[in-house]
């Protein structure tokens, strides 16, 4: 749907510099952008190549001016590019009502204005909220709760008891509330410890696809309200997890570790069972953390430590060679005497 420069810069907050009537069609990138297309630069070398593009308009932070082009400034310019997104790129519309194929049992409360689609499974005394989706062959299990505008993709599978808070998104084949890792020596067996508990998922998370969060043994495995999980990442029984933290792909969380808020964990992570990491703490990649973390702290490496520490370890590492090439010199005039 077309849009005037204008219309565009009210909606992402921005202000037109140039002409705020001229119509604008699509929003694209620079390699791609024609003419009557909005492009977007948040450094100078993307806004160099902006400007030699065919793009009609430019979203650029303030300190950005051109002769060529109309520019939408804004405050920030990542911001600015998610909302232009989605109003140029709008979520599919799902309509209200239950598929024919949906299995659902007269117990369960669905609200009118929610939508179940093909194959979906559906428990006993299951609550639906508002305007919420189940996309084609999720299953709920018995006695859970789903909030109000809830996403819920493909093949989802959420345990009994499972509650879900409003505007929660979780992407096709992720499994909520399934059997934590729990196990105690019995002889010459490992007999299985019942996972008893649930999973609470609050307020506005993203799960990513193909993410594992496991029951709690006893009580709760929780998400705070505002988290972010990536595709690919487990998270174990009777973990919590604070609010706003971002969980990058392919990390481990182990049983009964306390996550506090606004906590940074890069790409295939792992945290031991039992920890407690701090607020606003950032973890490298790759790293597998065996200690608790205060916090505001940046840990790396493996064993985790400190950010500081390891790149001085780094550091120290890279000059072993040299190192020992002179340890070998001095062995060889000391043999030599």
């Given at each position: 749907m077309p849009y005037t420069t204008a219309e565009i810069a009210k909606t992402i907050g921005g202000q037109v510099v140039g002409d705020a009537g001229a119509i604008l069609k699509n929003f694209t990138t620079i390699e791609t952008a024609q003419v009557g297309d909005l492009t977007f630069a948040e450094n100078e070398e993307f806004f160099s190549r902006?400007?030699?593009?065919?793009?009609?308009?430019?979203?650029?932070?303030?300190?950005?001016?051109?002769?060529?082009?109309?520019?939408?400034?804004?405050p920030?310019?990542?911001?600015?590019?998610?909302?232009?997104?989605?109003?140029?790129?709008?979520?599919?519309?799902?309509?209200?009502?239950?598929?024919?194929?949906?299995?659902?049992?007269?117990?369960?409360?669905i609200d009118p204005s929610a939508h179940v689609g093909p194959y979906c499974v559906i428990g006993e005394r299951v609550s639906i909220g508002a305007r919420s989706v189940l996309q084609a062959?999720?299953?709920?299990?018995?006695?859970?709760?789903?909030?109000?505008?809830?996403?819920?993709?493909?093949?989802?599978?959420?345990?009994?008891?499972?509650?879900?808070?409003?505007?929660?998104?979780?992407?096709?084949?992720?499994?909520?509330?399934?059997?934590?890792?729990?196990?105690?020596?019995?002889?010459?067996?490992?007999?299985?410890?019942?996972?008893?508990?649930?999973?609470?998922?609050?307020?506005?998370?993203e799960i990513g696809a193909?993410?594992?969060?496991?029951?709690?043994?006893?009580?709760?495995?929780?998400?705070?309200?505002?988290?972010?999980?990536?595709?690919?990442?487990?998270?174990?029984?009777?973990v919590q997890v604070g609010e706003g933290c971002l969980l990058c792909?392919?990390?481990?969380?182990?049983?009964?570790?306390?996550?506090?808020?606004?906590?940074?964990?890069?790409?295939?992570?792992?945290i031991a069972g039992h920890l407690k990491i701090g607020n606003q703490v950032i973890v490298g990649s790759k790293s597998g953390v065996m200690h608790d973390i205060p916090?505001?702290?940046?840990?790396?490496?493996?064993p985790a430590a400190p950010d500081r520490d390891v790149k001085r370890q780094i550091v120290a590492i890279h000059r072993l060679p040299e190192l020992l090439k002179r340890v070998a010199e001095l062995e060889k005039k000391l043999g030599e005497k």
């Amino acid at each position: 749907m077309p849009y005037t420069t204008a219309e565009i810069a009210k909606t992402i907050g921005g202000q037109v510099v140039g002409d705020a009537g001229a119509i604008l069609k699509n929003f694209t990138t620079i390699e791609t952008a024609q003419v009557g297309d909005l492009t977007f630069a948040e450094n100078e070398e993307f806004f160099s190549r902006a400007e030699q593009s065919a793009a009609t308009a430019i979203i650029a932070e303030k300190r950005f001016s051109s002769d060529k082009k109309i520019l939408i400034q804004v405050p920030n310019a990542r911001v600015a590019f998610a909302k232009a997104l989605a109003l140029f790129f709008p979520e599919s519309k799902f309509p209200a009502g239950i598929h024919p194929t949906a299995i659902f049992p007269s117990s369960a409360r669905i609200d009118p204005s929610a939508h179940v689609g093909p194959y979906c499974v559906i428990g006993e005394r299951v609550s639906i909220g508002a305007r919420s989706v189940l996309q084609a062959g999720v299953f709920v299990g018995d006695d859970s709760q789903v909030g109000e505008d809830v996403n819920i993709f493909p093949n989802v599978t959420i345990y009994s008891r499972g509650v879900i808070g409003n505007r929660v998104r979780i992407h096709a084949n992720s499994v909520i509330g399934s059997d934590g890792y729990g196990y105690v020596q019995d002889g010459p067996i490992h007999r299985k410890v019942p996972q008893i508990g649930n999973v609470i998922i609050h307020d506005d998370v993203e799960i990513g696809a193909g993410v594992a969060i496991d029951r709690g043994a006893l009580g709760s495995t929780v998400i705070g309200k505002g988290t972010k999980i990536d595709n690919l990442v487990h998270i174990a029984h009777n973990v919590q997890v604070g609010e706003g933290c971002l969980l990058c792909g392919q990390v481990g969380i182990a049983g009964s570790a306390k996550l506090g808020d606004y906590v940074i964990l890069a790409g295939q992570v792992g945290i031991a069972g039992h920890l407690k990491i701090g607020n606003q703490v950032i973890v490298g990649s790759k790293s597998g953390v065996m200690h608790d973390i205060p916090d505001g702290q940046k840990w790396m490496w493996i064993p985790a430590a400190p950010d500081r520490d390891v790149k001085r370890q780094i550091v120290a590492i890279h000059r072993l060679p040299e190192l020992l090439k002179r340890v070998a010199e001095l062995e060889k005039k000391l043999g030599e005497k």
